[in-house]
């Protein structure tokens, strides 16, 4: 196995994912297959009781696994389903060590940081690594990992010496360090300054670790008298110093390595230089270009309760990314706080009050994505009710798909104290319900999670056709609460359609209401199996019927066109 260590320095935020991501990119456009793995030094088990405003969105795997944000950068760049064991947390190696001792496993010896806690952490990477993602059989043939935080980092100590032991034993061969650093420019001297990337590199070999390459981002390309200096004081040949500067969208990186011949070093330092093709980017290329030419866009109100941080709906952008991409369109996203939407709001802050609904009657489409809690449910009814009764085409996610429920139960069913027993446990017209597949009281991966097949009920409806009228469809969840079967009977005879179901018929899976442009609902997340040029159909039907071209899709791909 050949490894490739992505490690940060300076600051983050840098975008050691993105980087990692398209090292794993170009690397497969060179005929290799590749797999990645992402250590994240927190002692949570994993990413699933984290706040989004704290940590972005919670990525789902099909296997259930409550992973990190960058997994999600993973499989949209590799084209690869991961597992929950290619996220490894402090929190998951600590644990294991502990049980080990209390089994008695390590025969009554001291149990410390190193060996103990270090060979845990090598173990597990040697074992991952091995695992296909691909679909195919037999290990890949490179590993990319990457260390999350920054180099210096307390926590990130055991696992630096892991990965120190790890190149060691492994050789020089088969393991190749990448780290990525910040080249800032002083405002008023105007000049790139190296100082933090010395520093950087110089705490980082201090540790055990050199780094082969040095991936400086920037907000313009570094001048060659400042590639020269980080290659003089930081021990890295100038022609591995890579520059990824700021580009208009992330689909520029891998081209931009690939154009600075990152992946010449990286197949030179892995010994893979006979092995390997020249990178075959043609399809990469021709999307970047494409969505760097567009003019035309629409306008999607995007109704949360995390809006104040982008990250916490990062797959939800992506796949509106994806869908407007393959309509020739860019997304343009008006954030909207579905707080700001409230009758409250009107009296407490009059004016974003006013430019929340502005924002909402401008929008060609609105969705409403997943949540949790009470916080902004009533402005998501209020944006679920303006877009059924204006015919605006709307999508409901996850609790965006319990709001439409909601609305439609006091709207039109005339029951105006319907809820969810998440928001009010003594609801006369609890229409979405507790249905446990864990527990009630714990938290983290108790939720009715991962991949679960909806079967369509009926051939005459969007998503189905959507899906290429196939008889179901595997999607990825993460939920407590669904609607209610118990009303099912009386929403239908309303009007309110459930045309997608799980096996058993007992869980609402998607709704549509037939009188309405495209009105949907689905109780699974989608955005997280949406891929650059597969777009997820249930995003690709949104943004359509957004720009008045659902019909016409869908009528050429009755005719077989």
Partial sequence: MKYVLVTGGVVSGLGKGVTASSIGLV????????????????????????????????????????VDLDLGNYERFL???????????????YQSVLEKERRGDYLGKTVQVVPHISDAIKNHIESVATIPMDGQE???????????????????????????????????DNFCLIHVSLIPVLGVVGEQKTKPTQLSVRELRALGLTPHLLACRSAQPILDNTKEK???????????????HDVPNIWHIPLLLTNQNAHHSILKQLNLVRIATAPDLRD???????????????????????????????????????????????????????????????????????????????????????????????????????????????????????ISVIEFAGSVLGWEKANSTEFDDGTLYPVVIFMPEGSKTHMGSTMRLGSRRTVFQTADCITKRMYHNSEYVDERHRHRYEVNPEFIETFEEAGLKFVGKDETGKRMEILELPSHPFY?????????????????????GFILAATGQLDLYLEKQMNGS
């Fill in 138 to 172: 037999g290990p890949a043939d490179v590993c990319v990992i990457e260390l999350g935080g920054t180099v210096g980092d307390i926590e990130s100590m055991p696992f630096i010496e892991a990965l120190r032991q790890l190149s060691f034993s492994v050789g020089p």
């Fill in 230 to 244: 980080l290659s003089q004081f930081c021990h890295v040949p100038a022609c591995n110093i890579l520059n990824i």
């Fill in 27 to 66: 690397l497969k456009a060179c005929g290799l297959r590749v797999t990645s793995i992402k250590i994240d030094p927190y002692l949570n088990m994993d990413a699933g009781t984290m706040s989004p405003f704290e940590h972005g969105e919670v990525f789902v795997l099909d296997d259930s696994g409550e």
């Fill in 284 to 402: 990469w290329t021709n999307m970047a270009a494409t969505y760097d030419n567009l003019t035309n866009s629409v306008k999607i109100a995007m109704v949360g309760k995390y809006v104040g941080l982008a990250d916490s709906y990062l797959s939800v952008v992506k796949a509106l990314l994806h869908a407007c991409v393959a309509c020739s369109l860019k997304p343009s996203i008006d954030w909207i706080a579905a707080t700001d939407l409230e009758d409250e709001s009107s009296k407490l802050k009059p004016e974003a009050h006013a430019a929340a609904w502005e924002t909402l009657r401008k929008a060609a489409c609105v969705l409403v994505p997943g949540g949790f809690g009470d916080r902004g449910v009533k402005g998501m009814i209020l944006a679920a009710k303006y877009a059924r009764e204006n015919k605006v085409p709307y999508l409901g996610i996850c609790l965006g798909m319990q």
């Fill in 520 to 540: 949907v609902g689905v109780q699974f997340h989608p955005e997280f199996k949406s891929r650059p040029r597969r777009p997820s159909p249930v995003f690709l």
């Fill in 79 to 93: 084209d690869i389903t991961l597992t929950r064991e290619n996220n490894i947390t402090a929190g998951k190696i």
